[in-house]
């Protein structure tokens, strides 16, 4: 499963919103966890991961002008290797356990 299956078998399956693929914004972004927002991602969650921490973040606008923003940490040279993921919603933190392997909506995984 990839960022993008994760991120949209989540929001099925979690939020009840269907992602429309095409209206989603993908970044990369490597940060220190000096510069994180605690209040984003929550300083628990950081102790025991590696600094730096790649970002991999999925940012979404569903129909009622809420904004998603998904976000699956890595090390910097293993992006393949999920650590942890947090959902935020209109910037707030909603999810901070988001689970790195969902089961689809029609089962599969």
Known sequence: MNTTELFVNYMEKTHEIKVNINEVIFEGL???????DENIFP????????????????????????????????????????????????GELIDENVPLVLRSVDGGI
């Open 30 to 36: 490597t940060m220190f966890q000096a510069e994180i």
């Open 43 to 90: 300083v628990k969650v950081l102790k025991g991961l590696p600094d730096p921490l790649l970002f991999l973040t999925t940012v979404y606008m569903d129909q009622k002008e809420q904004e998603w923003i998904f976000c699956i940490v890595t090390e910097i040279d293993i992006a393949d290797k999920w650590l942890h993921a947090v959902c935020i919603k209109d």
